[in-house]
């Protein structure tokens, strides 16, 4: 059964930086990519970033484009957000999300999500 | 960049009725067309994948149709559990892209 656990969210102030972690099982991970979708309260979905299966591609939406870097370290079955420069603009509940195939594809299966609150 | 467009915003609707969802995306995207539904406080599921290729679990009342730039997901027969918020979603080039979502009322 494919699980994915995110962690890592609380309550940050604007400026300050903050890194999700999500823990993947019950596929192989390094050949799938990996994705991160938040939604803001009251709003729809909205894609922030992957990473391919071997971690060597990495593309970002503009809006935390040079903020944000996601990876991954294959050995321990786990994906990254770091998130630099946090406005209340990034207050959202982040998913973990994993694709269909290595580079891409469509997101077949999602964590909870955690709920990162940016707020002085 | 894709930009995908859904209509309606809201639809009201009653159980045992058919109700049609439509997304338009600004280029030509063939068939990597997502739909996902969401219930209120629950994560996002998916229901399609390709256009019209349910997950598996998914009730055969749903369906999804369209290729290239528009296409429509289809409930034949409304069931209570079905209202929620249903959003398309586009993976054919990065960045990926959602439609803005069509929120799924009872009458």
């Known amino acids: 059964e494919v699980q994915l656990v995110e962690s890592g969210g609380t309550l940050v102030q604007p400026g300050e930086s903050l890194r999700l972690s999500c823990a993947a099982s019950?596929?192989?991970?390094?050949?799938?990519?990996m994705s991160w979708v938040r939604q803001a309260p009251g709003k729809g979905l909205d894609w922030v970033s992957s990473?391919?299966?071997?971690?060597?591609?990495?593309y970002y939406a503009d809006s935390v484009k040079g903020r944000f870097t996601i990876s991954r370290d294959n050995s321990k079955n786990t994906v990254y957000l770091r998130m630099n420069r946090l406005t209340g603009e990034d207050t959202a509940v982040y998913y973990c999300?994993?694709?269909?195939?290595?580079?891409?594809?469509?997101?077949?299966?999602r964590g909870q999500g955690t709920l990162v609150t940016v707020s002085s | 960049d894709i930009q995908m467009t859904q209509s309606p915003s809201s639809l009201s609707a009653s159980v045992g009725d058919r109700v049609t969802i439509t997304c338009r995306a600004s280029?030509?995207?063939?068939?990597?067309l997502a739909w996902i539904q969401q219930k209120p406080g629950k994560a996002p599921k998916s229901l399609i994948y390709?256009?019209?290729s349910l997950q598996s679990g998914v009730p055969s009342r749903f369906s999804g149709s369209g290729s290239g730039t528009e296409f429509t997901l289809t409930i034949s027969s409304l069931q209570p559990e079905d209202f929620a918020t249903y959003y398309c979603?586009?993976?054919?080039?990065?960045?990926?892209?959602f439609g803005q979502g069509t929120r799924l009322e009872i009458k």
């Open positions: 280029q030509g995207i063939t068939n990597y």
């Open positions: 999300v994993k694709g269909s195939y290595e580079t891409g594809g469509e997101f077949d299966y």
């Open positions: 390709g256009a019209s």
């Open positions: 979603q586009q993976y054919r080039s990065y960045p990926y892209s």
């Open positions: 019950g596929f192989t991970f390094r050949t799938y990519a």
């Open positions: 990473i391919s299966g071997g971690g060597d591609m990495t």
